[in-house]
């Protein structure tokens, strides 16, 4: 069974540093993996996705990761943290068969420092 | 640019009471799902269409959930009757198809008193 795991339930950075957001994830089979963002009563919005191909996936607003499989981990990255950054964000893995069915993590809330 | 709407966006109710929760995706797509969102907690899968056939519903408690898609486009969840444990946030979300990614509703905010 697929399983994802994010590091950290709150993190707080001051506006200017660097965000770093941590999500492993368990899976028999490479899978593959989303970053959403939830604002406070919204939905959640698609920041970047990782399918195939270059393990380096860029997505909306600054905001970077990297699938690194042999750490089995996918972790989120903004060289530059902005106070509209202050959300909260869910790493999520969905299988690549089947009904692709999406397992989400926990969610790590990020408030940004002035 | 689309939007998946749902309606309405937030509901307050009784227990024991029925409730219902309104979704319409985004054209043309075909994948429709519900998800159930605790605070705190990330979403969880309730029940995923492929136009109007359900293919995975085995996370929806059926004793007193039950969702329908009858045309292929909007879909209705419903609760009955609402428990307590039933607060939460649900969401729709819909895609092109299971392939491709999810695009999510604002969401109907739940509380059952």
């Known amino acids: 069974a697929q399983s994802v795991t994010q590091l950290g339930s709150h993190v707080s950075v001051s506006e200017g540093a660097l965000v770093l957001l941590r999500c492993n994830y368990s899976?028999?089979?490479?899978?593959?993996l989303f970053w959403y963002v939830q604002y406070p009563n919204q939905g959640l919005q698609l920041l970047l996705k990782y399918t195939t191909g270059a393990t380096l996936v860029k997505g909306i607003n600054g905001f970077e990761a990297e699938f690194k499989k042999s750490e089995t981990s996918f972790h989120l990255t903004k060289p530059s943290a902005h106070m509209s950054d202050a959300a909260e964000y869910f790493c999520a893995v969905s299988g690549t068969s089947g009904t692709y069915k999406y397992i989400f993590g926990t969610g790590t809330r990020l408030k940004v420092l002035a | 640019e689309a939007e998946v709407a749902q309606s309405p966006r937030y509901k307050i109710t009784e227990k024991s009471q029925a409730v219902a929760f309104w979704c319409d995706p985004i054209s043309g797509h075909a994948t429709l799902y519900w998800y159930r969102q605790i605070l705190g907690q990330g979403p969880e899968l309730l029940v995923q269409?492929?136009?109007?056939?359900?293919?995975?519903d085995s996370q929806l408690p059926k004793d007193r959930f039950s969702a329908e898609r009858l045309k292929g486009v909007d879909s209705t969840l419903k609760i009955q009757p609402a428990e307590l444990g039933d607060s939460a946030m649900y969401l729709c979300?819909?895609?092109?198809?299971?392939?491709?990614?999810?695009?999510f509703g604002p969401g109907t905010r739940l509380t059952v008193l």
């Open positions: 899976s028999s089979v490479p899978p593959y």
């Open positions: 269409f492929q136009d109007e056939s359900v293919v995975d």
């Open positions: 979300a819909s895609s092109f198809d299971r392939y491709n990614e999810q695009f």
